[in-house]
């Protein structure tokens, strides 16, 4: 089997879809040896700003000397970004044969699993043979019944920011999906907690008075913010000077979440040494997130795909761009509410320009330039990546503003194709 052969395997359509329970997961796993049970995590769940804070935290776990892998989804532009040890990807050699081992064990079940329960088994696997100390674990969907929850009780639980999403297999509520993504909270672990909504918090802490888990919630007054630039930003907590590499105000909140975390592993024993901390947040990447690709036009990429991360990209602009006006380049999936996040970003627009994301739940590109038509804005439909680009970039000019924003199955492909042109142009 060829690492193509495995991404072709794993993807298949006919168990590609999401799928939630934990029954095939666990016998799954019980086929492969319960790897997971020889591992430990910080497990994270949330509605934004998950992979941020696996990024971070796992950076800063590197340059505490210690073999940190870390679980992600989705990927950016390489399917092997979703299993990572010390920041790098898993190679496609060691892929091709734990998902040949994992194949033989999954058609040998009568329900087979999922993409995502596929790659969990994976992705264990992978960690156990590397011997890593801890394994930064994000959650894929929800927290209760999402495939990474067949893990015994972590040594941290995270919950950053909750807002409202899969509610068609999360819950109707805000509460109802705090419920659910507080499911990862096991007896036996520490907690922390994003204190966004009132009710969000109350769900988080009624779960850990039950369970008897010692929990943080992140004071925000902690943290001062100094100064802010393209080029990263700077922030006090408890009095001691950060730098993040990270763009936003939403990340340094992330940050402060972040560093709850820390101090709980440190009260379990982790050694995290402060230059470590500081060293991570200066140094961390994570691609598509209000990411600087280029500055001629100045072009800034983010994965953003749901109300909150329109509201989060809104106060970067504000910040960053002040009064001045940008070309977006966008693509949505229809059952996102794209309404309400293009609706917050027409303020900040001089015209759009629109793609299709690589999905079967994709809006198409002429059905958004529709949208905007009806809300008198001008918008054109593009017919694919590299042109998408090509025209926002004449559109705004050198000395202008292109964001591209809507949905992490766009961002990818902004990634890879503005290399490409770009690399062409320097040639």
Same mark, same amino acid.
């Given at each position: 089997?060829?690492?193509?052969?495995?991404?072709?395997?794993?993807?298949?359509?006919?168990?590609?879809?999401?799928?939630?329970?934990?029954?095939?997961?666990?016998?799954?796993?019980?086929?492969?040896?319960?790897?997971?049970?020889?591992?430990?995590?910080?497990?994270?769940?949330?509605?934004?700003?998950?992979?941020?804070?696996?990024?971070?935290?796992?950076?800063?776990?590197?340059?505490?000397?210690?073999?940190?892998?870390?679980?992600?989804?989705?990927?950016?532009?390489?399917?092997?970004?979703?299993?990572?040890?010390?920041?790098?990807?898993?190679?496609?050699?060691?892929?091709?044969?734990?998902?040949?081992?994992?194949?033989?064990?999954?058609?040998?079940?009568?329900?087979?699993?999922?993409?995502?329960?596929?790659?969990?088994?994976?992705?264990?696997?992978?960690?156990?043979?590397?011997?890593?100390?801890?394994?930064?674990?994000?959650?894929?969907?929800?927290?209760?019944?999402?495939?990474?929850?067949?893990?015994?009780?972590?040594?941290?639980?995270?919950?950053?920011?909750?807002?409202?999403?899969?509610?068609?297999?999360?819950?109707?509520?805000?509460?109802?999906?705090?419920?659910?993504?507080?499911?990862?909270?096991?007896?036996?672990?520490?907690?922390?907690?994003?204190?966004?909504?009132?009710?969000?918090?109350?769900?988080?802490?009624?779960?850990?008075?039950?369970?008897?888990?010692?929990?943080?919630?992140?004071?925000?007054?902690?943290?001062?913010?100094?100064?802010?630039?393209?080029?990263?930003?700077?922030?006090?907590?408890?009095?001691? +000077?950060?730098?993040? $590499?990270? !763009?936003?105000?939403?990340?340094?909140?992330?940050? @402060?979440?972040? =560093?709850?975390? #820390?101090? %709980?592993?440190?009260?379990?024993?982790?050694?995290?040494?402060?230059?470590?901390?500081?060293?991570?947040?200066?140094?961390?990447?994570?691609?598509?997130?209000?990411?600087?690709?280029?500055?001629?036009?100045?072009?800034?990429?983010?994965?953003?795909?749901?109300?909150?991360?329109? +509201?989060?990209?809104? $106060?970067? !602009?504000?910040?960053?761009?002040?009064?001045?006006? @940008?070309?977006? =380049?966008?693509? #949505?999936? %229809?059952?996102?509410?794209?309404?309400?996040?293009?609706?917050?970003?027409?303020?900040?627009?001089?015209?759009?320009?629109?793609?299709?994301?690589?999905?079967?739940?994709?809006?198409?590109?002429?059905?958004?330039?529709?949208?905007?038509?009806?809300?008198?804005?001008?918008?054109?439909?593009?017919?694919?990546?590299?042109?998408?680009?090509?025209?926002?970039?004449?559109? @705004?000019?050198?000395?202008?503003? #292109?964001?591209?924003?809507?949905?992490?199955?766009?961002?990818?492909?902004?990634?890879?194709?503005?290399?490409?042109?770009?690399?062409?142009?320097?040639?």
């Amino acid at each position: 089997m060829t690492k193509e052969e495995a991404i072709g395997y794993i993807e298949n359509y006919g168990w590609s879809t999401t799928r939630l329970g934990l029954e095939r997961t666990r016998e799954l796993l019980e086929r492969v040896g319960n790897p997971q049970k020889k591992l430990k995590f910080v497990h994270v769940a949330g509605s934004n700003g998950k992979g941020s804070t696996c990024a971070m935290l796992a950076n800063i776990m590197q340059y505490s000397g210690y073999k940190v892998g870390m679980y992600i989804s989705p990927y950016i532009q390489d399917f092997c970004e979703r299993i990572q040890i010390n920041g790098e990807y898993i190679d496609g050699d060691s892929l091709a044969r734990i998902t040949e081992y994992v194949m033989a064990q999954a058609e040998a079940m009568d329900d087979h699993p999922s993409q995502f329960e596929l790659v969990t088994a994976i992705g264990m696997i992978y960690f156990l043979e590397n011997n890593v100390d801890i394994v930064v674990l994000e959650v894929g969907m929800g927290g209760a019944l999402d495939s990474t929850n067949a893990i015994d009780a972590p040594e941290v639980a995270v919950i950053t920011n909750i807002g409202l999403e899969h509610t068609e297999y999360l819950g109707n509520t805000i509460e109802e999906i705090a419920a659910n993504k507080a499911g990862i909270i096991k007896t036996g672990c520490n907690a922390v907690c994003y204190d966004g909504a009132p009710s969000v918090t109350e769900v988080v802490k009624e779960v850990c008075r039950e369970k008897g888990v010692a929990l943080k919630c992140v004071d925000f007054a902690r943290l001062i913010p100094l100064e802010a630039s393209l080029e990263g930003q700077k922030f006090l907590w408890d009095g001691e +000077e950060y730098e993040l $590499a990270l !763009l936003g105000d939403h990340q340094l909140h992330n940050a @402060a979440t972040v =560093l709850n975390v #820390v101090e %709980a592993l440190e009260e379990r024993g982790w050694k995290i040494p402060p230059e470590a901390v500081k060293e991570g947040l200066k140094t961390v990447k994570w691609p598509a997130r209000l990411e600087l690709l280029g500055r001629k036009p100045l072009f800034l990429l983010d994965g953003g795909h749901n109300p909150q991360c329109a +509201e989060a990209l809104a $106060a970067a !602009l504000d910040k960053y761009l002040g009064e001045k006006k @940008a070309v977006f =380049l966008l693509g #949505v999936l %229809a059952d996102k509410d794209y309404p309400s996040m293009m609706n917050m970003m027409l303020p900040y627009a001089s015209e759009f320009i629109c793609l299709t994301p690589f999905s079967d739940r994709a809006l198409p590109a002429d059905k958004l330039a529709e949208f905007f038509h009806g809300l008198g804005a001008k918008a054109t439909a593009a017919p694919d990546y590299p042109k998408g680009i090509r025209m926002a970039e004449k559109a @705004a000019g050198k000395d202008g503003v #292109v964001v591209c924003f809507g949905s992490l199955y766009l961002a990818g492909h902004i990634r890879t194709e503005y290399g490409k042109l770009h690399s062409r142009k320097k040639a």
